[in-house]
């Protein structure tokens, strides 16, 4: 127990938390429902967007199907990603609003700030993944080993390949939003990110490796951003410290 006392939700019990959660996945599912049905209205002007990366890759310039079915379930499958991207306000207030209830009255000040950041860092992550890596990897992979063998990519394996991307470089982009949150609950500190600061980023790498395509450069160009905001990271969280050390009295360096 700190000088500011317990702190808020404590007496919460694992039903309660579980109750809430619930709560806030179903908003979140209706929010992302609505979106997905609104981007699927306009799947065909989507789709050439997403296909803009490997289409200059690609003979004649588009994708191939197999089954007669192939085509109608990317385009529902890119409705579903693009939903997900465009609820990402409401989705990310939900999830604040799941954690906050842990929060003393004046960190719940920052909801604002929460809500700006995390909207911003996952968009920055999608767009990072759309116009920086994913033209990269293209060009690495399809001109490795020469020109003569020429792309046959299925419209299913390049949507999966693409959504992965986008996805997991939008949700890896919110490193510094956990960390944060973590630091602001007390479950992490800054001095303990620093001390685990070469395990974070064996991590990281691990990490890195596994969900970018089979080659170094892609593999770096998620890492080399992770690790920056992870630095980041530390920084907020010990700004973070200082005040909550101010709010309850305490001197503002640590002895």
Not at 42 to 49: D, P
Not at 81 to 93: D, Q
Request: hydrophobic share 50%.
């Amino acid at each position: 127990m700190t000088a500011l006392g317990p702190r808020p939700g404590d007496d919460f019990t694992l039903v309660d938390h579980l109750t809430e959660l619930r709560d806030r996945l179903v908003k979140a599912a209706w929010a992302i429902a609505f979106t997905t049905a609104f981007c699927l209205a306009f799947s065909e002007q989507l789709f050439t967007i997403v296909r803009h990366p490997i289409s200059h890759h690609l003979p004649g310039g588009g994708l191939v199907f197999t089954n007669p079915m192939d085509k109608f379930l990317a385009h529902m499958k890119l409705s579903v990603v693009c939903g997900v991207i465009l609820a990402c306000p409401i989705w990310i207030y939900q999830l604040w609003r799941f954690v906050a209830p842990g929060l003393y009255a004046h960190e719940k000040k920052y909801s604002a700030a929460f809500v700006t950041s995390g909207i911003g860092l996952f968009l920055m992550g999608c767009s990072f993944a759309y116009f920086l890596v994913l033209p990269m990897a293209f060009e690495f992979l399809f001109n490795f080993g020469g020109s003569v063998d020429k792309p046959l990519i299925t419209i299913t394996e390049y949507l999966s390949f693409f959504a992965t991307m986008i996805l997991v470089f939008g949700a890896s982009f919110e490193l510094p939003l956990v960390l944060v949150i973590l630091g602001v609950l007390g479950i992490v500190s800054s001095k303990t990110l620093r001390e685990k600061r070469r395990y974070a980023i064996v991590g990281m790498a691990t990490i890195a490796a596994v969900i970018t395509p089979p080659d170094i450069l892609s593999m770096m160009m998620l890492l080399v951003p992770l690790t920056i905001l992870y630095e980041i990271s530390i920084l907020v969280v010990q700004v973070v410290e200082r005040q909550r050390r101010t709010a309850s009295g305490l001197p503002t360096q640590q002895p």
